[in-house]
């Protein structure tokens, strides 16, 4: 990435980054939760995956201020565990992002579909999107960012005229009546994948905090966080109150916004009617919301790739070249082979590994301070030395958490944790028997 301090991101910058990279989960994946658990039910697993969220941030905000210059989450990894462990934390930040470009496609190709009234050609759409947002990453950051910017504020837009539509026509007692509730212990792990994708891909931003000027730079990072993951919270309870008590369901409803990728264009054609000037102006706006994600998603997979293949190839221009190249044929393929809904739970299998991963290396490095100061003596200028005690129960909670979704996902999911397993070993096997890297 082309990047220096004299380009230095600021708290709007890192909010609008953060927003950025997560917003397209507000737009689809949620109603395929809510097929399994109802509307109303579905805030359980919500309010588990923002509590979540909110403990991860806390642990990368520290962890940024330990390690200002590092790469993303791999790097504490690394730091706390060794090569091997930094590398497959690495690949397995790539797993989540790669899997989540596909998804994003297949929403944004939907929305178009929805907005011409057929969706013949959604996979050539999906095809398109691919293609061109891996040329776009070719581009400097500075335009990058700006971009991300102007996309974030529009899907904020466009979040805002959903709820402005939806509210007259709303009814707590309709939210409370539901549609096809079904509480129970194994709904919500089925469901929680669904609700971590609201959230997911905020990590991302780890990756960008190194472009933070070293003035006041915990304050900026503090904020940069915790202004993303409080706008995401308030837009995502504020969108799924609004949608499920602003439609009177029946079957045929339920069936039809619960079994596609652009829910909201779906319930303002229920309440508003598809031809209806509004319904057409949201979806359109919609499509930034999809698109901010998307620069987002498939940036940060590009920096990934380029990070894992810097031991091999020094070029700058082979590297962004070979990157780009592997992000689309796999965006291609899964595109062409997978359903959104096995992409997202793929995604999140890969996501909430990685966040245990990210806790347990929190703890290792408080722990551990002596090893800090030699690993990374190479910079002069860290702003935290692990002081605040509160870190302690944000790392539980976290490692807690997502130790729960790792287990109740390779349950429920079983094709995902077999895919993941089979790379995972691989990767390790590579390691020590062929690569021979140093722990």
């Given at each position: 990435m082309n990047a220096s301090k004299s380009q230095s991101l600021g708290v709007f910058s890192l909010w609008a980054i953060g927003v950025g990279l997560v917003i397209s989960g507000e737009?689809?994946?949620?109603?395929?939760?809510?097929?399994?658990?109802?509307?109303?039910?579905?805030?359980?697993?919500?309010?588990?995956?923002a509590t979540l969220y909110f403990c991860l941030v806390k642990n990368l905000i520290e962890l940024t201020c330990v390690y200002p210059n590092s790469e993303g989450p791999q790097a504490?990894?690394?730091?706390?565990?060794?090569?091997?462990?930094g590398n497959f934390i690495s690949i397995v930040l790539l797993v989540e992002f790669l899997f989540a470009i596909p998804a994003v496609a297949n929403a944004i190709s939907e929305y178009l579909g929805?907005?011409?009234g057929?969706?013949?050609?959604?996979?050539?759409?999906?095809?398109?999107?691919?293609?061109?947002?891996?040329?776009?990453?070719?581009?400097?950051?500075?335009?990058?960012?700006?971009?991300?910017i102007i996309l974030t504020i529009l899907a904020i837009l466009e979040l805002n005229i959903f709820s402005l539509s939806i509210l007259p026509k709303f009814s707590l007692q309709n939210f409370m009546v539901g549609r096809n509730e079904n509480l129970s212990a194994q709904t919500i792990l089925l469901a929680l994948p669904y609700a971590v994708w609201m959230f997911?891909?905020?990590?991302?931003?780890?990756?960008?905090?190194?472009?933070?000027?070293?003035?006041?730079?915990?304050?900026?990072?503090?904020?940069?966080?915790?202004?993303?993951?409080?706008?995401?919270?308030?837009f995502c309870s504020v969108i799924l109150m609004l949608a499920g008590g602003g439609i009177i369901w029946n079957e045929?409803?339920?069936?039809?916004?619960?079994?596609?990728?652009?829910?909201?264009?779906?319930?303002?054609a229920t309440v508003l009617g598809q031809d209806s000037i509004i319904t057409r102006v949201f979806t359109f706006l919609g499509l930034f919301g999809l698109i901010a994600s998307f620069q987002g998603v498939v940036s940060v997979a590009i920096i990934q790739f380029?990070?894992?293949?810097?031991?091999?190839?020094?070029?700058?221009?082979?590297?962004?070249?070979?990157?780009?190249?592997?992000?689309?044929?796999?965006?291609?393929?899964?595109?062409?082979?997978?359903t959104t809904g096995m992409l997202i739970e793929f995604s999140v299998f890969a996501a909430v590994s990685l966040y245990f991963c990210v806790g347990l290396s929190l703890y290792k490095l408080r722990t551990d301070k002596v090893d800090i100061n030699n690993k990374i003596s190479n910079f002069n200028y860290r702003h935290s030395d692990f002081?605040?005690?509160?870190?302690?129960?944000?790392?539980?909670?976290?490692?807690?958490?997502?130790?729960?979704?790792?287990?109740?996902?390779?349950?429920?999911?079983?094709?995902?944790?077999?895919?993941f397993s089979a790379l995972s070993i691989s990767y390790f096997v590579y390691s020590f028997y062929f690569k021979k890297l140093k722990v």
């Open positions: 737009s689809f994946g949620w109603n395929i939760g809510w097929g399994i658990i109802g509307a109303k039910s579905f805030f359980v697993p919500v309010l588990i995956a504490f990894a690394e730091l706390a565990y060794g090569k091997i462990v929805f907005l011409v057929s969706h013949h050609f959604d996979l050539w759409i999906a095809t398109a999107f691919l293609l061109v947002f891996c040329i776009i990453n070719y581009f400097h950051i500075s335009l990058k960012i700006k971009f991300v997911l891909a905020i990590e991302g931003l780890a990756l960008f905090t190194k472009y933070v000027d070293y003035n006041e730079f915990r304050e900026k990072i503090s904020a940069g966080y915790i202004y993303s993951i409080l706008t995401l919270f308030i045929e409803v339920w069936n039809f916004i619960t079994s596609n990728n652009h829910p909201m264009p779906a319930i303002l380029e990070n894992i293949i810097s031991d091999y190839i020094t070029d700058t221009s082979t590297k962004r070249i070979l990157s780009t190249l592997l992000v689309l044929i796999v965006g291609l393929v899964s595109v062409w082979s997978s002081s605040d005690i509160q870190s302690n129960i944000y790392v539980f909670i976290s490692c807690l958490i997502s130790l729960i979704c790792v287990f109740a996902f390779s349950y429920s999911q079983t094709k995902s944790f077999f895919i």
